[in-house]
């Protein structure tokens, strides 16, 4: 499913990573940094599901399959007043677009790899596009390892552990998360977030 209806924030393009000197610094207490996101996986685990429910709060299980790539993004301010602009890729999970993924993976802050928790097959896939990360993405990617549909239990094909113990050897942070009933969608990007702040302080 596509999940695609958001509108793209036209005044916007890539940010091509996290730039200290992106918005400048707006005062004292209000620091603005962008983080460009960019959401790998196989066609129909929901990647489109997953950031439409971050970014309007919305579910549209009707939705068309995404195309090439869609754009949308989001603005969070944390608790230390650092305002994250997230700029957010969402790519086609279909075969004949692989080829262009790697136009929205090279020099994003993080990348969000997801895969459906009933499909074997889309984990397999999953940790294709690790391997395609750690060879060609930037080397201070943040990246996420992310088990959809967590709310298909009684379909489960791919046990919390595999998921756990993937991420563990790659040095991603994992989530099992339900775009259908939000759990854990806010957190995902949560702990992008604090990724992101700490990647933002060391540089400066």
């Not at 439409?52 to 919305?58: A, D, E, I, Y």
Request: net charge neutral; proline share 3%; with cysteine.
């Amino acid at each position: 499913m596509g999940c695609s209806s958001s509108v793209p924030d036209r005044g916007t393009g890539r940010a091509g990573g996290i730039n200290p000197d992106s918005g400048g610094v707006i005062d004292a207490k209000n620091l603005r940094v962008k983080g460009e996101l960019v959401l790998l996986g196989d066609s129909g685990v929901g990647k489109s599901c997953i950031v439409l429910r971050f970014v309007r709060g919305q579910f549209d299980p009707t939705s068309k399959v995404t195309v090439g790539a869609s754009f949308l993004s989001q603005t969070v301010a944390l608790q230390d007043s650092t305002t994250v602009k997230f700029e957010i890729w969402d790519t086609a999970g279909q075969e004949r677009y692989a080829a262009l993924a790697p136009l929205y993976y090279r020099g994003a802050a993080v990348a969000v790899v997801v895969y459906d928790i009933t499909s074997p097959e889309s984990f397999s896939k999953a940790q294709y596009w690790v391997k395609e990360l750690q060879k060609h993405g930037s080397p201070d990617i943040v990246m996420a390892l992310v088990g959809n549909k967590a709310d298909l239990q009684e379909k489960r094909e791919v046990p919390v552990q595999d998921g756990i113990d993937y991420a563990e050897k790659n040095g991603m942070f994992f989530i099992e998360t339900s775009a259908k009933t939000a759990d854990n969608i806010n957190q995902l990007f949560e702990v992008g977030l604090e990724k992101l702040n700490l990647i933002k302080r060391l540089w400066t």
